[in-house]
């Protein structure tokens, strides 16, 4: 068997003709809204010839996916190669409008989401939603696009393109690119069956299972990759669980567990120019600047946007990002419609078209990343451990030349002039650069850029240095992150009873969040001593900028939801545990009536989560402990209060004892119930 790594670049594949496979769309829609072909015809423009499975698109999202399946400008490869392949991905929104996930219900035959949670994971993944609502409030879709442009004199404007385009709710890029190495060349050899008969193997995958390593089956190849875990995920996917210590603001203990989105972009090959620049960078994403990234294709965009992306973990990124993002994007219209003056929304954009210098002046951060295309055919592809090299660099890379550019008085000069220019210099020649006004607050470690390892001439070796190079960029960041989420980890404290304390009371709350507290308190406190050698003194604007950005609310309230969760989790496990007897012992009577109305309020709650299909496994265990509980502390109380209690209906019910009406002397029209248990006393 072949097996297919992260690390793989050129995996062979073959289809078997004699294997006569079926497509099991509610497995596929896990991992896979639809595969396109897309075709772009000189007289219609962009035309989408086969998708699979038919009806997963509304007519506008077809339109939106076939304009940004192809590079806008044909490659300017200048050594008459007759192919040129290329990958990269695209962000767009689902529209408002359309019937997401169009196949009906009579395709699909339900799969029981008891069962189904019991053969995947052991009840770690939450329910899968069947095909017609499983794609309700999902807000965007990511595009992974394989296009081959085929370059010969004989065709109208001297060639033709096609994409092959896999269609997905979740940013795996970590599948799908090499997934795509096996299906675009796939597709060109033996035409549309191929997506059928890739379709048929993906809706054989298991249910994904984010942070974990997955093995997943094509054909005669496996492709062994690694998930971004639950916390990372965007909100709306919102389908797995999430753990605490996931979450939590410490830095985590297994290194090879992906930490965030694009785990596997090549950071160093996507800013080797402008490696200085990388700290700026972390902070415009973190506070949620607004960020134009302009490259010369759509590859190096995408990857520069993704990389991005990756240095926030494992902060989620609540920016609306946007790896290729062309003109006929919807939102295009009104980002080109705003003012000067006016606000621009929190976004990171990737684009190849030098019209957005002037259609989106008012953005104020520019990127410039990249180096023209080389003179090459091969595919376009970069991984945490395949990174493409950047043409045109001199050798002997590392921070001793990077100081020498950076304080000679050319280069100097040359920023100089550089700045003066504007962006808009990338008219008449591209070049690498940051064009901002922010202040930034952190400063460039430069002791991890001088860990950085040169890359050799031999593109073995260059892929070698480009992970270890990826590993440390992304290990600094991500202590970077950690460390800056640090100072709110007294608001993520989940309790737990403490030894012989009721654990059927409910747990306090967590701390409330005041910003103006926090700050005040981080102000006097101090940043750490991590961050204290690597920040400004103005490194507490940086904390109220984050507060105010878009990143801080939703990352603070999803943790604040999943530790309460936790908490919850801890106290139910306390409950099953208790030993009422040993605990009764030391209670007042009051403590004793007050002990029996909070073990009926549990018990209740949990035939609730039953009734509304959110019951744990442990259901009927829990239960049973709850009522023997509520029993023993029954037994106990004064006969007079057990005769008050019994005249709700429901509640003999749980205690499994009858009540007759009784009429009292002298008052006789009020009754009381009398005891008889059918349980030891």
């Given at each position: ?486 100072p709110f980890g007294p608001y993520f404290r989940a309790s737990t009873p403490s030894e012989g304390s009721l654990p059927f009371i409910d747990p306090p709350p967590l701390p409330p969040f005041n910003a103006e507290e926090f700050l005040a308190n981080l102000s006097a406190r101090g940043v750490g001593k991590f961050l204290s050698k690597r920040m400004k003194s103005n490194w507490l604007d940086l904390y109220k900028r984050f507060l105010k950005g878009p990143n801080f609310m939703p990352w603070f309230q999803r943790r604040r939801t999943v530790v309460e969760q936790e908490q919850h989790r801890l106290w139910r496990q306390a409950r099953m545990k208790a030993d009422i007897q040993l605990l009764m012992s030391k209670m007042s009577e009051l403590e004793i009536v007050d002990s029996f109305n909070s073990i009926e309020r549990h018990l209740h709650g949990e035939i609730l989560m039953e009734k509304s299909g959110k019951a744990g496994v442990d259901f009927a265990e829990t239960c049973q402990k709850l009522k023997k509980d509520l029993q023993a502390v029954f037994d106990v109380l004064p006969k007079d209060m057990q005769q008050l209690l019994l005249m709700n209906p429901e509640r003999a019910a749980l205690l499994k004892v009858s009540w007759e009406p009784t009429k009292l002397t002298g008052h006789p029209s009020l009754q009381i119930g009398a005891v008889s248990s059918k349980s030891p006393r």
């Open positions: 068997m072949l097996i297919i790594s992260e690390m793989s670049r050129s995996p062979s594949f073959s289809v078997k003709q004699e294997l006569s496979l079926k497509t099991d769309l509610e497995s596929l829609q896990q991992w896979a809204v639809a595969f396109c072909i897309i075709r772009f015809d000189l007289e219609q423009g962009q035309l989408i010839e086969e998708c699979y499975p038919p009806g997963s698109l509304s007519n506008e999202e077809e339109l939106d996916v076939a304009f940004s399946s192809f590079p806008d400008s044909v490659s300017q490869n200048q050594n008459r190669s007759s192919i040129h392949d290329c990958i990269f991905f695209f962000r767009i929104q689902r529209r408002k409008n359309s019937e997401q996930g169009n196949v009906t219900s009579s395709e699909v035959v339900g799969i029981d989401d008891e069962e189904e949670s019991s053969k995947s994971m052991k009840g770690k993944v939450i329910n899968r939603r069947k095909i017609r609502n499983g794609t309700k409030g999902l807000k965007y879709l990511y595009g992974f696009v394989f296009n081959r442009q085929r370059h010969d004199e004989k065709l109208k404007r001297g060639g033709e393109q096609k994409s092959v385009v896999i269609l997905s709710h979740n940013p795996y890029s970590s599948v799908f690119r090499p997934l795509l190495q096996i299906m675009g060349p796939l597709y060109f050899d033996v035409g549309t069956k191929a997506l059928e008969h890739i379709a048929a193997y993906v809706s054989m995958w298991p249910t994904p299972v984010p942070g974990k390593q997955m093995e997943l089956h094509i054909g005669n190849a496996m492709l062994k990759v690694s998930l971004p875990p639950a916390h990372s995920l965007p909100f709306e996917i919102g389908i797995f669980e999430e753990s605490a210590s996931a979450m939590a603001p410490f830095l985590p203990s297994n290194q090879l567990i992906p930490q965030g989105l694009f785990h596997d972009s090549d950071i160093f090959g996507a800013f080797r120019g402008i490696l200085l620049q990388l700290w700026l960078l972390w902070e415009l994403l973190l506070i949620g600047e607004p960020i134009l990234i302009i490259g010369p294709t759509p590859p190096q965009c995408c990857e520069a946007v993704a990389s991005l992306v990756s240095l926030v973990a494992p902060l989620p990124c609540s920016v609306d990002f946007r790896p290729y993002f062309t003109i006929h994007d919807p939102d295009f219209k009104h980002l080109n419609s705003l003012k000067e003056g006016d606000a621009f929304p929190p976004m990171v954009l990737g684009v190849t078209n030098l019209f957005f210098l002037k259609a989106l002046r008012n953005i104020p951060h520019i990127i410039s990343v990249g180096s023209p295309a080389s003179n090459s055919n091969r595919v376009a592809f970069a991984s945490r451990s395949s990174a493409s090299r950047i043409p045109g660099r001199p050798e002997g890379f590392g921070l001793q030349q990077l100081s020498l550019k950076k304080f000679s008085p050319s280069s100097l000069l040359s920023a100089v002039k550089l700045r003066r220019d504007g962006p808009l210099c990338l008219m008449t020649e591209h070049k690498e650069a940051v064009w901002s006004t922010h202040v930034a607050s952190t400063k460039p470690d430069t002791s991890i850029l001088n860990r950085l390892i040169d890359a050799g001439k031999s593109p073995r070796v260059e892929e070698s240095m480009s992970v270890v190079n990826n590993e440390i960029l992304r290990r600094h960041f991500l202590e970077l992150t950690t460390n800056f989420l640090a």
